[in-house]
């Protein structure tokens, strides 16, 4: 068994899993603060234009380079070209990816502890008291790092079992059950009395808000949502089929993805809106707002209140997980493949590494402040360094290599799948590849620097 490469089993394996991938705390917590913070519906207008002329384009290049090298990151952009400086950007993937799975397991183990809180009743009582918890829970020396790592090592159990068994599996599970907690509560917070506020504020732009900075923020936040510019998609794509059709793939993807981040939005808004409460709250929102907001909303119906708390938290978790698999396989295809080692021996490489990133990150934005570099706090300055720096380089990176360095044939025989079906769209696709992609990322890139 040893290296043999695992591959998913059936189309819509291919799907869920990638989906899987994309659908994460992304869409529900990020994506929602950030257009909370970002002017709502104008902040949503830029990141979709963000997801269809960057996103798609982006995910079509690492399809192409996995499913041709059929291997790890740093393998895949080596085979690919006759300079092994590529080799590079496959690197700065497996890092990038691992220092989103540190900081990320942070806000998912609050999710898993916020679960069992919830499930057990004790997230009760008026608005200072919920904040209260969550103040004391985060704050804790110990709880947010066990939580945190606790996530890891669920997420290492699933990775363990391997690509078809392991990763299609729980994604197979978990994303339609995702989708219907999402329905569900979405449903059960648009009928709540005043929710119509809310649905305007996600659906009717101000353009006041549009400062120079919402541009970067939409695009790292397209890319982050999309699972791009880490070789994340590379290597899932690595277990593609030949027959699987590269476009119509990353158009469901992220048409799902988005799909989900919009109904994010209208889960959360339409309640806050229902029962007065702001929409910038920030990283918090979900934390501390939204149990208020459960309470409050359905306080005529407490076990309505209770039940949609618990379902909410469980989609939390199951987002989350899905998108942690893929962040960990990464690494972990890169450690046995390249070092001939077990997969057993091989997650747990970066399971420790992780895990170590996770305790600094939980620590940094609770019991340890003083833990900064750079004037943010770790947690927030991974974040802000890997979704706005380095997802946008890889991206970039990647867009140059298969628009300008991988043979015009080879790329175009993935698109078409040997030429078996249409390459109408083929030359668009390199025109956005070499021309478009780069110049925008460059250019939002390089004014966010204070460059241009
Ligand atoms: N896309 C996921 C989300 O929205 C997060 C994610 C998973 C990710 N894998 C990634 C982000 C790789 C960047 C790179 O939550």
Same mark, same amino acid.
Request: aromatic share 12%; hydrophobic share 55%.
């Given at each position: 068994?040893?290296?043999?490469?695992?591959?998913?089993?059936?189309?819509?394996?291919?799907?869920?899993?990638?989906?899987?991938?994309?659908?994460?705390?992304?869409?529900?917590?990020?994506?929602?603060?950030?257009?909370?913070?970002?002017?709502?519906?104008?902040?949503?207008?830029?990141?979709?234009?963000?997801?269809?002329?960057?996103?798609?384009?982006?995910?079509?290049?690492?399809?192409?380079?996995?499913?041709?090298? !059929?291997?790890?990151?740093?393998?895949?952009?080596?085979?690919?070209?006759?300079?092994?400086?590529?080799?590079?950007?496959?690197?700065?993937?497996?890092?990038?990816?691992?220092?989103?799975?540190?900081?990320?397991?942070?806000?998912?183990?609050?999710?898993?502890?916020?679960?069992?809180?919830?499930?057990?009743?004790?997230?009760?009582?008026?608005?200072?008291?919920?904040?209260?918890?969550?103040?004391?829970?985060?704050?804790?020396?110990?709880?947010?790092?066990?939580?945190?790592?606790?996530?890891?090592?669920?997420?290492?159990?699933?990775?363990?079992?391997?690509?078809?068994?392991?990763?299609?599996?729980?994604?197979?599970?978990?994303?339609?059950?995702?989708?219907?907690?999402?329905?569900?509560?979405?449903?059960?917070?648009?009928?709540?009395?005043?929710?119509?506020?809310?649905?305007?504020?996600?659906?009717?732009?101000?353009?006041?808000?549009?400062?120079?900075?919402?541009?970067?923020?939409?695009?790292?936040?397209?890319?982050?949502?999309?699972?791009?510019?880490?070789?994340?998609?590379?290597?899932?794509?690595?277990?593609?089929?030949?027959?699987?059709?590269?476009?119509?793939?990353?158009?469901?993807?992220?048409?799902?993805?988005?799909?989900?981040?919009?109904?994010?939005?209208?889960?959360?808004?339409?309640?806050?809106?229902?029962?007065?409460?702001?929409?910038?709250?920030?990283?918090?929102?979900?934390?501390?707002?939204?149990?208020?907001?459960? !309470?409050?909303?359905?306080?005529?119906?407490?076990?309505?209140?209770?039940?949609?708390?618990?379902?909410?938290?469980?989609?939390?978790?199951?987002?989350?997980?899905?998108?942690?698999?893929?962040?960990?396989?990464?690494?972990?295809?890169?450690?046995?493949?390249?070092?001939?080692?077990?997969?057993?021996?091989?997650?747990?490489?970066?399971?420790?590494?992780?895990?170590?990133?996770?305790?600094?990150?939980?620590?940094?934005?609770?019991?340890?402040?003083?833990?900064?570099?750079?004037?943010?706090?770790?947690?927030?300055?991974?974040?802000?360094?890997?979704?706005?720096?380095?997802?946008?380089?890889?991206?970039?990176?990647?867009?140059?290599?298969?628009?300008?360095?991988?043979?015009?044939?080879?790329?175009?025989?993935?698109?078409?799948?040997?030429?078996?079906?249409?390459?109408?769209?083929?030359?668009?696709?390199?025109?956005?590849?070499?021309?478009?992609?780069?110049?925008?990322?460059?250019?939002?890139?390089?004014? !966010?620097?204070?460059?241009?």
């Amino acid at each position: 068994m040893r290296n043999e490469r695992g591959s998913f089993g059936s189309r819509l394996g291919i799907v869920l899993a990638t989906a899987g991938s994309a659908v994460g705390l992304g869409n529900v917590w990020r994506f929602p603060y950030m257009a909370g913070e970002n002017g709502g519906a104008a902040f949503i207008l830029i990141y979709l234009a963000c997801i269809l002329m960057l996103g798609i384009p982006g995910m079509l290049c690492e399809f192409v380079v996995g499913r041709h090298a !059929q291997s790890n990151a740093a393998r895949a952009y080596d085979r690919l070209s006759r300079n092994h400086s590529w080799k590079l950007v496959g690197y700065l993937g497996i890092l990038t990816s691992t220092i989103i799975l540190g900081f990320y397991a942070v806000v998912a183990g609050w999710c898993l502890q916020y679960l069992y809180a919830s499930f057990s009743g004790h997230i009760t009582g008026d608005a200072e008291a919920v904040k209260a918890y969550f103040v004391a829970f985060s704050s804790h020396p110990l709880k947010p790092v066990l939580w945190g790592v606790g996530f890891i090592m669920l997420t290492h159990l699933v990775v363990v079992r391997g690509v078809r068994g392991g990763i299609e599996r729980a994604s197979k599970l978990l994303m339609p059950v995702l989708l219907l907690l999402l329905v569900v509560i979405v449903v059960a917070s648009c009928m709540l009395p005043g929710a119509i506020e809310g649905v305007r504020f996600l659906l009717m732009p101000d353009f006041s808000k549009l400062t120079s900075k919402v541009w970067l923020e939409a695009l790292g936040q397209a890319f982050f949502s999309l699972s791009l510019g880490t070789a994340c998609l590379c290597t899932y794509a690595s277990y593609f089929s030949k027959a699987t059709n590269l476009m119509q793939a990353a158009a469901q993807i992220a048409l799902l993805d988005t799909l989900i981040a919009i109904l994010a939005g209208l889960m959360i808004f339409p309640a806050a809106a229902s029962v007065g409460v702001s929409a910038d709250a920030g990283p918090s929102l979900i934390f501390i707002t939204l149990p208020n907001v459960f !309470q409050q909303a359905f306080s005529a119906m407490p076990v309505a209140g209770y039940v949609i708390g618990v379902m909410f938290y469980a989609l939390l978790v199951f987002a989350a997980l899905t998108s942690t698999i893929s962040m960990h396989e990464i690494g972990t295809a890169f450690f046995s493949e390249e070092f001939r080692l077990t997969r057993d021996k091989a997650v747990w490489i970066i399971t420790g590494v992780a895990s170590v990133i996770c305790a600094f990150c939980a620590l940094s934005v609770g019991a340890n402040t003083d833990l900064m570099l750079m004037g943010h706090s770790l947690m927030d300055f991974c974040d802000h360094l890997t979704a706005d720096f380095m997802l946008p380089l890889g991206s970039m990176l990647t867009c140059l290599f298969v628009g300008w360095y991988v043979p015009r044939q080879v790329v175009r025989s993935e698109f078409t799948n040997n030429d078996t079906i249409g390459g109408a769209l083929f030359s668009l696709f390199l025109f956005f590849v070499r021309y478009v992609c780069p110049v925008c990322i460059a250019l939002i890139f390089f004014h !966010q620097l204070g460059v241009i």
